[in-house]
Every structure is written in C-alpha cells, then in structure tokens.
C-alpha cells in the first residue's frame, strides 16, 4: 500500500477526543501500560531539573507523572498533542507543565530545537506515515547529552496461525487501519537502526506484552477500541459480525487468557 493515499488522519474521524468513549480507552490504556513506561524512564535517568517533551500527551497521565517526580521538581514538561482537549487544565493543576497544540507532521517548532533533556512518545509514529521524518525532528530537539525514548505496539502473534476469534479481529483491525490511516503495528522493529543512524549513543530496547483477560484494562481497551470501528471493519469486510461478537464475549470469560499486543520501547542519547 502507498501510504501517500491516506487521507485520513488517527484523531479525524477514529478515536476523536470527542468521542463518547474516549477519554475511557486512553484511561485505560494508560492503566495497561503507565506502569512499565514509568519504570523505563526510571530507569533511563530523569533529569534533574530538565526540561521533558511528552509526544502525543493523550489524557497527560505521563506528563503528570514527570510533573510529580522530585527530580523534575524544578524542571519544566512540555505536553504536546495535535488535539490538546483534555490537557489544558493540567497546567491549572501543575505549575510546571506547559500544554503545547501542534501537529508535528508539518514542522517543528524553531523554539523546541536543542532544547530537551529527555523526549517520551508513545503510540504516537506507528499511526503516522511520516514517522521517520517525525523521528528526526524529535530527535533534532534533543540537547546534548539528552535521552529520547520512543514506545509503539509490537504484536508477535502476527507470526502465529492462530485463528482464534481474538487473533481474527486483531488481523481485522490492523488491517482496517493500515488502509484508513497508515497504521504500521511491525515499524517498532527498526527504531533502534534509526537511532543509529541519527548517531545516537547508549542505544537499547525491551518488549513488554500485558496479560489480556477478563479483569485486565488491556481487555477493555480492546473492547472499547473495536466499539469505535465496529461498523467499518464489519461494513468493509474486514471482519463478520459474528467473529466480533464471540472476540468480546471472550472478554467476560473469567478462563479466558492469551497475550495482548506489546509494548516495544526503544531509547537513545544524544551524544555530548
């Protein structure tokens, strides 16, 4: 597929914020995966005192998080987002966020060039067909010495012959929003070379893939995420009602249990 046909956008018409479900499924995304995020930057280094760019801020639980930490207490986060409803009262609640509107497709900002400690996207390339681009920006914002560190969904079970119901939809899902908005659930894969290839030091990654079961937020997640593209994946063929309705009902079954899709991070410094 040429990704130049895409004319649609992840936010336009799917997984709007003004979407009834919405601010539902980021909370409880974040549930699934706020836990090893934060144990990554942890682990990374925070800044002491720096300067934090959160990409494609959602709901701000990261930016909040960073906010909260000790050694960014006299730091500054910056919570940017193409559609920053839903953040703005954060720097009514947090002194030392800043709430920035820009879609990071276009250009970046002169003023956020050299300017950064530490960088932090999450679920935010694997949805852009300019996402290598949109890396090199990111990283042109970096200071010497300062960590980017980039997380998207990774999905071995892609590799799998699996035909649960589950696995039909997942399949079904990708493949709708390949074709819609130019999701690429495998680009995670090739991070680190791209770092490599921008001469990033101190390079890594690590997969992390949550429990999918009846009582997981990974569960509801998927749940509320197919509710939003039930009637195009159905309308298009991607997927029968039928399948659909058996994947979620699969959901409520307390012996259910199989992998959800992962996390791939990968991290790098700027050399000093």
């Known amino acids: 597929m040429n990704l130049e046909e895409n004319v649609e956008r992840y936010g336009d018409s799917y997984f709007t914020k003004t979407h009834t479900n919405e601010a539902q499924?980021?909370?409880m995304l974040a549930q699934t995966f706020d836990p090893m995020t934060r144990l990554q930057l942890k682990t990374r280094g925070l800044p002491w005192g720096g300067r934090c760019l959160d990409v494609g801020?959602?709901?701000?639980?990261?930016?909040v998080w960073l906010s909260e930490q000790a050694e960014l207490a006299t730091g500054q986060i910056?919570?940017?987002?193409r559609d920053v409803r839903g953040l703005k009262e954060l720097t009514e609640q947090h002194s030392n966020i800043q709430v920035i509107e820009h879609d990071l497709t276009t250009t970046m900002p002169d003023n956020l060039i050299g300017k950064f400690d530490l960088i932090h996207a999450r679920?935010?390339?694997?949805?852009?067909?300019?996402?290598?681009?949109?890396l090199e920006r990111l990283i042109s914002c970096l200071k010497p010495g300062g960590v980017i560190m980039i997380s998207d969904s990774i999905d071995f079970n892609l590799e799998t012959t699996s035909t649960s119901p589950y696995r039909k939809v997942m399949d079904a899902c990708y493949s709708m929003l390949n074709v819609t908005f130019g999701l690429d659930i495998q680009w995670s894969r090739s991070m680190p070379h791209h770092f490599r290839?921008?001469?990033?030091?101190?390079?890594?990654?690590?997969v992390y893939f949550p429990s999918l079961d009846a009582l997981s937020p990974a569960a509801r997640f998927w749940k509320l995420t197919w509710d939003q593209i039930y009637d195009q994946m159905v309308r298009q063929n991607y997927i029968d009602a039928v399948t659909l309705a058996q994947a979620e009902r699969a959901f409520i079954d307390s012996n259910y249990w199989e992998l959800s899709a992962g996390m791939l991070t990968a991290w790098g410094r700027r050399s000093l």
Do not use: Y
Not at 57 to 63: K, M, Q, R
């Open 25 to 27: 499924r980021l909370k």
């Open 57 to 63: 801020a959602g709901n701000g639980s990261i930016s």
């Open 78 to 81: 910056f919570a940017l987002d």
């Open 123 to 134: 679920f935010v390339l694997m949805h852009l067909p300019e996402r290598i681009i949109v």
């Open 197 to 206: 290839q921008a001469g990033l030091q101190a390079i890594g990654a690590e």
